[in-house]
């Protein structure tokens, strides 16, 4: 499975962006998919999570300013955000989750930078 992402760049406080996650290969196979973030010196966290099925899952720090979506036809998940922060500034990366017979595990895509800033 490849991911790759699209979106970000730099966005004022107080507005909005949208990044969006193209996978390709054996995307019969994806289960959830996800966005996370990082800055430096710190972990990898949660943004959203959304499963095939449309169940989905945010982190607090987002919960109201973020709306994980998933097109299953296109293989893609989108992740739209408003009354951005400066804190949501990070780079974001998209999960899959992966599940077959021979393999499970997760796959990552390489990240896109947002910076929130004036």
């Known amino acids: 499975v490849h991911l790759v992402e699209s979106g970000g760049g730099l966005a004022q406080p107080g507005g909005s962006l949208g990044l969006s996650c193209a996978a390709s290969g054996d995307t019969v196979n994806i289960i959830d998919m996800g966005w996370y973030r990082q800055v430096p010196g710190k972990q990898r966290e949660l943004v959203a999570t959304i499963s095939r099925g449309g169940n989905t899952d945010y982190a607090d720090s987002v919960k109201g300013r973020a709306t994980i979506s998933r097109d299953n036809s296109e293989n893609t998940v989108y992740l739209q955000m408003a009354s951005l922060k400066p804190e949501d500034t990070g780079v974001y990366y998209c999960?899959?989750?992966?599940?077959?017979?021979?393999?499970?595990?997760?796959?990552w895509g390489q990240g896109t930078q947002v910076t929130v800033s004036s």
């Open positions: 999960k899959a989750e992966y599940g077959s017979t021979w393999y499970s595990g997760d796959f």
